[in-house]
């Protein structure tokens, strides 16, 4: 089984919005990791999206602020709200979980102690 699962990718225009979700079944995913997402476009490097901690702080890339909300639901859904998209924002998004912290999920993508999900391809278009 999945430990994360992500739903909600979707094609749309630029200018659009869309919703992420992102199931996490493990029990420890929920109590100890940070969540967040990252996204790969094939040939590109894999990129940081937003990352939320134990505490509930969010935390964003640049491409991004403003634009992404993070946020985590009592039944430990993570929800990505993603508006005004842009054709950048194409990619596949996938959910990640890290033991170590957030730092490294949103400046690199990398969860270096934890997993990721399948993903959801968002695609957007001119």
């Known amino acids: 089984q999945q430990q994360l699962v992500e739903s909600g990718g979707d094609s749309v225009e630029v200018g659009g919005s869309l919703t992420l979700s992102c199931r996490t079944f493990?029990?420890?995913?929920?109590?100890?990791?940070?969540l967040g997402w990252f996204r790969e476009v094939p040939g590109k490097q894999r990129e940081g999206v937003a990352a939320?901690?134990?505490?509930?702080?969010a935390t964003y890339a640049d491409s991004v602020k403003g634009r992404f909300t993070l946020s985590k639901r009592t039944d430990n859904t993570l929800i990505l709200e993603m508006t005004n998209l842009k054709p950048e924002d194409t990619g596949r998004y996938h959910c990640?979980?890290?033991?170590?912290?957030?730092?490294?999920?949103?400046?690199?993508?990398?969860?270096?102690?934890?997993?990721w999900g399948p993903g959801t391809q968002v695609t957007v278009s001119p």
């Open positions: 493990a029990y420890g995913y929920n109590r100890r990791h940070c």
């Open positions: 990640a979980a890290d033991e170590l912290g957030c730092d490294s999920l949103v400046r690199e993508g990398l969860a270096r102690r934890g997993g």
């Open positions: 939320i901690a134990l505490d509930g702080t």
